[in-house]
Structure formats: C-alpha cells, structure tokens
C-alpha cells in the first residue's frame, strides 16, 4: 500500500490532470523562442530587484518622535506663544519668554538668547534655519535633539 497523504495531488485523480500533462510534454518537444536576454542582463535585473529602495530623504530616517517634532514646528502647530496665544488663547501674549519678539520658529531655532547653549551645541557655527528644518539628516536629528532639550512637547521626544 503506498503511504501518500490524502491530500497529495500527485494521487488525486483530477479530470483534466493527464491531459494538462501531456500538451505541457508536447509544448516543451516544440521549438522553444530564443532567449535574448544575455547573462549580464539577467543579473542585472535580478540585482536591482533584490535591490533595497531607493535610501529614504532625511526626514523618513528620523525615528518618529522626532518626524513629529520637525512636522510641528514649522507648520505652527506647537506650544510656542505665537501658537498659544492666537490660536488657543491659553498664554497672554505671543512674546518669548525672553522678553525680545514674538515666541515664533524661527525666533527660537535661530535667536532666542535662552536657548543659545543648547543651539550652540547642536549647530556651533551659523547655520540658516532651511538647513535647520530641512537639511540632511545630520541637522534633522541636532533638531530635534534642541527641540528637546526645552521640551516643547512631550509627546515627540
Ligand atoms: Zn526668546
């Protein structure tokens, strides 16, 4: 007694199976097309699908807490006082708490003196404040590092 499973199709008597069978013997006995594509092509094609994607922008490479600090900031959905108080009217005024102009982005990534040590140490040169929000990987995470380090949201550090 052969000892297949129940389930193998090789035992199954499927109508159609022999003749499946029989025209694929005869399709392969035919004249087969040439193959054109050349070795190198092959590998080629393989390679490249075997490829990873392309490597992402900067901002995909920040783990997520820090895309939600970069996307917060500038869109001026965040807790600085120009946001707070137009919007929410949860603070008096939109005055940093320095006291020199409005709490605004661009006041705190580039001048605001209460957080210069921090600036200082993830960008020690002038750096503008595109290459800030929007430049390689390198600025994204120091970003998000000074972001952090005065804790505008909790939630995205
Ligand atoms: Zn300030």
């Given at each position: 007694m052969q000892s297949s499973s129940p389930m193998d199709p090789s035992t199954l008597r499927i109508p159609g199976n022999e003749q499946a069978d029989q025209l694929a013997k005869c399709g392969a006995q035919e004249e087969q097309p040439s193959n054109s594509i050349h070795y190198q092509e092959k590998t080629t094609f393989i390679k490249t699908g075997l490829k990873p994607r392309q490597e992402k922008d900067a901002y995909h490479l920040l783990d997520r807490p820090g895309q939600v600090a970069l996307a917060r900031l500038p869109s001026g959905h965040n807790r600085l006082n120009v946001h707070m108080h137009r919007k929410l009217k949860t603070v008096p005024?939109?005055?940093?708490?320095?006291?020199?102009?409005?709490?605004?982005?661009?006041?705190?990534?580039?001048?605001?003196?209460?957080?210069?040590?921090?600036?200082?140490?993830?960008?020690?040169?002038?750096?503008?404040?595109h290459q800030k929000l929007y430049g390689g990987l390198g600025d994204l995470k120091s970003f998000h590092i000074y972001v952090c380090s005065f804790i505008f949201d909790t939630n995205s550090c």
């Open positions: 005024s939109t005055t940093c708490p320095c006291g020199e102009e409005d709490q605004t982005t661009e006041h705190v990534l580039q001048r605001c003196n209460r957080h210069e040590p921090e600036r200082i140490a993830q960008w020690p040169s002038a750096t503008p404040l």
